[in-house]
């Protein structure tokens, strides 16, 4: 089953890591769904790709214009930079916020569950990250494990590019699957 009719956020900023929102966003757009990314600035973001900045992508709502009704699903790429940004603005906090309390999937890579941290929707769940910021999950009082995709009730993380096969698969099984009881803010 195609993901037709399926409309799909891609939350991020300049610093992006480049292949972690590339790459979720031609495996969404390969099964049918529309895709469109979400900023909190207009024109284009510049992704970070090998200690350098990498390749643009236009946006096509700033955040303050997006409303997660519109969407099936909410994809949270990482890098540094953009999750750092993003996780000071209430607005991107807020639009987070609003897909778990909807109880719709989302997926956090790498960086990005830094986000989930200052939304404040981790506690009490399964997941995984870079390893440099395990801490900072176990923390903010999630179980955090050392696996390439872990799901948890529509949310769907992983640690690093190279578990972007799996992690791409489970956004996909995710959305196909639809609202979760279980996901929570």
């Known amino acids: 089953m195609k993901l037709e009719n399926k409309k799909i956020a891609i939350l991020a900023t300049d610093g992006f890591e480049k292949s972690e929102l590339f790459k979720p966003m031609e495996a969404l757009k390969e099964e049918g769904a529309i895709v ?5 600035k207009d024109g284009e973001i510049k992704s970070w790709d090998d200690a ?5 992508i236009k946006i096509d709502k700033k955040i303050n214009e997006a409303n997660e009704n519109d969407y099936n699903a909410l994809v949270l790429p990482g ?3 953009s999750p750092d940004i993003l996780r000071v603005d209430e607005s991107a906090l807020n639009f987070i916020r609003a897909f778990f309390k909807s109880k719709k999937p989302v997926a956090a890579i790498c960086h990005a569950p830094w986000l989930l941290i200052s939304a404040g929707v981790i506690q009490n769940r399964t997941v995984t990250s870079y390893k440099s910021i395990k801490d900072d999950v176990v923390n903010a009082g999630a179980h955090w494990i050392d696996e390439e995709v872990v799901v948890d009730s529509g949310l769907v993380t992983s ?3 190279n578990d972007l096969p799996a992690f791409c698969d489970k956004i996909i099984e995710e959305v196909r699957e639809g609202k ?3 996901q929570h803010a």
């Open 79 to 81: 890098g540094v930079i």
């Open 159 to 161: 640690r690093k590019p």
């Open 52 to 56: 350098n900045w990498g390749k643009t």
């Open 180 to 182: 979760h009881v279980a």
């Open 36 to 40: 469109h990314i979400i900023s909190n």
